[in-house]
């Protein structure tokens, strides 16, 4: 009974890391959604811009993925802007 409840105590603390954990993740998505539309579509428009910038320079590359990452957040990524992020970090298309 004992063995069995640290068990059931140690899954519970684990799901709660892990839903911490992703909520954490999320957090930029968040915030950019809160933003107002107006103002996160410029920030969008000139993140895109910049990260075309970075990445079409391959000295760069660290500062290319950061950016991209970040631009992938944004609601306003199109199916153009995750082709752009797959590209450059390496993940599929589909």
Known sequence: MRVA?????????VASVIGVWGWLRNADSRAL?????????????RARAEA????????????CR???EFLSRFPECDASCR?????QLGQPTR
Request: net charge negative; hydrophobic share 55%; charged share 30%.
């Open 5 to 13: 409840l640290l068990v059931l105590l140690l899954l519970l603390a």
């Open 83 to 87: 082709e752009l992020a797959a590209r």
């Open 33 to 45: 959604a809160a933003i107002d539309p107006d103002l996160r579509r410029e920030l969008y428009v």
């Open 52 to 63: 075309e910038f970075l990445c079409a320079r391959p000295e760069l590359t660290d500062e």
């Open 66 to 68: 950061a950016r991209v």
